[in-house]
């Protein structure tokens, strides 16, 4: 992995920590289990890695201080997670920092349940009213796109069948003016440089395609950290991780 010297690494701490003083942000992450922290076996997503967890020792990718509440679900579709309540807390959690003067931005990402029982439009007209909700409440919804199966067929490619509720994803991040961050493009485009054998090193369990260990929690979830410093530059408190960032804009398997 690549390394930078350490006064730039310094550099960029501090850089860091000005921003985030200067505009006080939080974060709320809405989804299944491909956001969801992974505690139990067929869970795991990026959620630990963005937001970072001392339950499992993983860093964060903000600097230090900046509230990153994850209220995603196992199992979650765009129904049932309104239909089961955790909407209402995902809410809930959204006020609480608002009322504090916070800036508040709340990711989306849905798709993976949603496909096994319902067409992309229904996603996408679920995902409209989540959007109408959060602005509503002076939210900063940010939708995200599937992260990837990593399911190969045998020339290397990704088999990939969550692309028509990717694409969803981003029709309505254009209909409706959102920040958009495309996971799941970015994540074919690595998984197939890095090929399979590395992909699947990231896998929760060896048979796991979908979710992740805390290697893979690590990479993506400073994949979505890259993507969310490009989507508003200069305006977050993301600590940058030169070496992991490197390998992954490359196509260097990490671990």
Known sequence: MVRLPALSIALAFFLASVSARRVPTSFVLVGDSTTANGTVVDSGGWGNGFCGSTNTSTPSSLAPG??????????????????????????????????????????????????????????????????NQLRALGAEPVLVTSLTRRTFFDNGTIQDLLGPWADETILVSQQLGTHLL????????????????????????????????SNG?????????????????HQLPIIPNPGLTFNITHGIASY
């Open 66 to 131: 900046t509230p990153c509440i994850n209220t995603a679900k196992n199992g979650a579709t765009t129904g049932s997670f309104v239909a089961d309540g955790s909407w209402n807390i995902s809410l809930a959690t959204v006020e609480a920092e608002i009322a504090k003067g916070r800036r508040t931005l709340v990711t989306i990402q849905f798709g993976h349940n949603d496909m096994k029982i319902a067409p992309p439009e229904s996603m996408g007209a679920n995902i409209t009213i989540m959007v």
């Open 182 to 213: 495309d996971l799941h493009a970015n994540s074919i485009t690595y998984c197939e440089a890095i090929g399979p054998d590395a992909s699947h090193v990231l896998n929760r369990t060896p048979d796991d395609d979908t979710h992740l260990n």
């Open 217 to 233: 929690t690590i990479v993506f979830g400073r994949m979505l950290a890259n993507l969310m410093n490009a989507s508003f530059p």
